[in-house]
């Protein structure tokens, strides 16, 4: 077994723990069935990427996450990583900001008598 695949095992039922979401619930949120998420957290299987996915968004991640080790989340944990997500909130913010403004043809209008 890779470490790749001990990544997901171990992410997977922590993901899914943390939830409190047991097998069958798992498999019914990421349509997917009971037998074959106890496959993947017993390491018999690895999912395909689309089953990964599906996982993912059952466990309200993402599908790198689940494939991290120790390493990389205390890696991306650090400072650099704090940066990096203060930019990309500001960078959203002022994008949908942008989109407002062009939605506002102009500007709020002012009214001429008072």
Sequence with gaps: MTD?????IRNLKRSRGKLG???????E??????????EIEMGRKFP???????????LR????R???GEEDVREWSGPEAYKAA?????????SHFDELEKGQDGGPETGGEG
């Design 4 to 8: 790749l695949h001990r990544n997901l």
């Design 21 to 27: 979401y047991s097998q069958a619930e798992l498999a």
């Design 29 to 38: 949120k990421a349509d997917l069935s009971t037998g074959y998420i106890g």
């Design 48 to 58: 395909a990427p689309e089953a990964l996915e599906r996982l993912a968004l059952a």
């Design 61 to 64: 991640t993402k599908a790198y």
């Design 66 to 68: 689940l494939l991290m």
């Design 86 to 94: 203060i930019e990309e909130i500001r960078s959203n913010i002022n």
